[in-house]
């Protein structure tokens, strides 16, 4: 199996709602620094997984959708905790979106998995892996 | 596949038996800097994997057995080359023990396995994977 | 000269004034990755810089007074830009009162001086550095 | 399943043929930094994967063949588009045969599988993962 | 005194001439992680160094005249050995250069000094500091 | 001002006395990645600030006087606390001592100066600098 992965940044706010998140309850924020993994069985023609420039693109489109933002005030996010785990998994599933629709090349259309890690500090980071 | 991440690091001193070991089978020591991942396929209703307060508080107090100690004078090291791969093991199972007896949080009972990572330089590292 | 670092860190929600600041007039947020150095021309008695587990502590008392806040919402910034640089300058200052205070231990008052430098992401950083 | 890393590191020259390599497909060059990855279900007699100093020097001299190369004028690259995700099957490929060919000493016939990890820069790295 | 650093890369290809780079004379590569930092001595009306979103785009025009070439070819570098201290040198001048053009900003004037530092692997880099 | 930096390792025993360091007090141990930094004015004429072969090969010596030992036992460091900030004196002056003895070069007597940094974990570090 082979992987390809391109790095990223956001810096958001947000808040939690639930005991568990103890002072993280209140209004604050985070830089997450995203790798998204792009997971192929076999190289295409080129020998590449994907085309890293437009992957490294198609990230930053969907990370500046959330960019400089205050979560708790996206329509999509109403009522949501935007755990990192969460936030994860929203980037892998609007960046599969992509690649069903062609968006990172009709060879991206035989990727197999994408897997989308978020790093909120040099101590702690979460990660989500799918299927394509 | 979601996962969660926490790391902390020990410093402690050990020796090795065998001849693969070279030099290092002198008493010697080693910074591991420790990743424990926690692995889970549906995150909780507060959208997490693991309450990552808690899950770091617990790798601290499991960490805390070992910190600053002679691994050789363990009674539970008496033996043993405790290798880098060695101790990554030990250190996922005494988490797995805390997440079997609640140490976690009732809702880590859902956890899928856990990983650990120790980082012996900025040149090797060592994982041990496990199921829950 | 010598010195001593140690890392902690902070998650903060914030938003600028001005239009250098493009989009991130908007209220967003950070993790801050917070390196503290202590410079000092001579070790001490024992052969440090500082008691590097009373630094640590130090750090993370001060920055316990910005973490998960919306540093808008906090009198001592009303009206200010809250820049990366201008926090690293913040803790330094605070640091230094606290070394002033004998907060670090006695020895520390033959400190030479102080950097603070506050990672923003994984590609910017900013530092201040002051003297005692 | 336990698994050990090495880190070492080649500067190559080489280009790329096909448009959507864009300026890449100038001659240019680039820094890998190789993680290479042993895996295996149980550990050995002496309690680890692999003998480190050995697969230390094997990954090494992988790596010198390959190392201050224009890899355009290799017979072996020929009419190949060396990219990162193929380079590191290559190098995965010719650690494989060592490990077959007893190199890395007779227990390391028990491991499992090799995963090679390339990083281009800070920003973007690739992996080829196998079994044994 | 304040700094603000940002990082960008390039990935080039060349040769040295001369003994001392034994087999790097021949034709190879590197990938430079570029890290770029500005100091000064107090902060402009808007609390910061120099407008970060410009000194990364100047950074990033500065080094797409370098980025996938073989410096070998360009007459700018003919008969110069294109060091990792003299490609930091040559960096850091032409950003000194923007900065008394005005391409940093009219504030960008009060810059005190920038220090250009290039990672060629994960074990070793150079830097050149300059005043302005 | 130029400079070029390596990076190594060594992992060694040891044990403080004083209060000041709690639990290190008993015996334990560390990993130092060591960044050792030679700074110079100008470049000499092959364009370098060190033969940078010749830098790490130097380094690798110093440090294979240290590592894999207990520091405890090395008379040299009998009634010595070996503190982090200590060791990377030693190791500055042991450079210093090769360079003064012509063993980086006849060039390297250009050299302004010495870096030594030490990183014990990857949340604390200390460094020593001097002149030549």
Redesign the interface.
Known sequence: ?????????I????S?R?E?????Q????????VDATFRRAE?DA????V???LA?QRLAAVLGEL????LDELPEFAG???????L??TIADRLADLVHAGSL?EGARALAGITVTL???????????RTL
């Open positions: 199996m082979f992987s390809v992965t391109v790095r990223d940044h810096m958001i706010a947000h939690f639930g568990v998140f103890g002072p993280a209140r209004l604050h924020g985070a830089t997450y620094v190289l080129d020998n590449i997984v085309d890293i420039g490294g960019n400089y933002r205050n949501v905790n935007t755990s990192t785990e969460m994860a998994r090349g790093h909120e500090s040099h101590a702690a980071w979460a990660s989500y892996e």
